[in-house]
């Protein structure tokens, strides 16, 4: 199995940046795939961004490109999202999650996922 743990969400002015880092343990091994993903009340969640384990091809949604980088250190079994240029419409409930399959699309459906971290509260004031 394998758990992760988010941190680094907060309160920023609009046009602020933040970055949330997942830590995984575990059966880490197994990792292919890395995402992020978030969910705002009454809405669907959705992709936001994810990472190859191994090779490091990534993979962004259209309303975060050129906004966000996310990347990952291996060494540490940690994920990061660097959010940039922050719109109020960022503001959701951001989650990491472990793909353990190898996809050979680029998995963006929160389904592909199997693991799953609490969430970290990221809101965004205009």
């Known amino acids: 199995q394998v758990q992760l743990v988010e941190s680094g969400g907060g309160l920023v002015q609009a046009g602020g940046s933040l970055r949330l880092s997942c830590v995984a343990s575990?059966?880490?091994?197994?990792?292919?795939?890395m995402g992020w993903f978030r969910q705002a009340p009454g809405k669907e969640r959705e992709f936001v961004a994810g990472v190859r384990w191994s090779g490091g091809s990534t993979s962004y949604a259209d309303s975060v490109k050129g906004r966000f980088t996310i990347s990952r250190d291996n060494a540490k079994n940690t994920v990061y999202l660097q959010m940039a240029s922050l719109k109020p419409e960022d503001t959701a409930v951001y989650y990491c999650?472990?793909?353990?399959?190898?996809?050979?699309?680029?998995?963006?459906?929160?389904?592909?996922?199997?693991?799953w971290g609490q969430g970290t509260q990221v809101t965004v004031s205009s």
């Open positions: 999650a472990v793909d353990v399959n190898t996809d050979w699309r680029f998995p963006v459906s929160w389904g592909k996922y199997d693991y």
């Open positions: 575990g059966r880490t091994f197994s990792i292919y795939t």
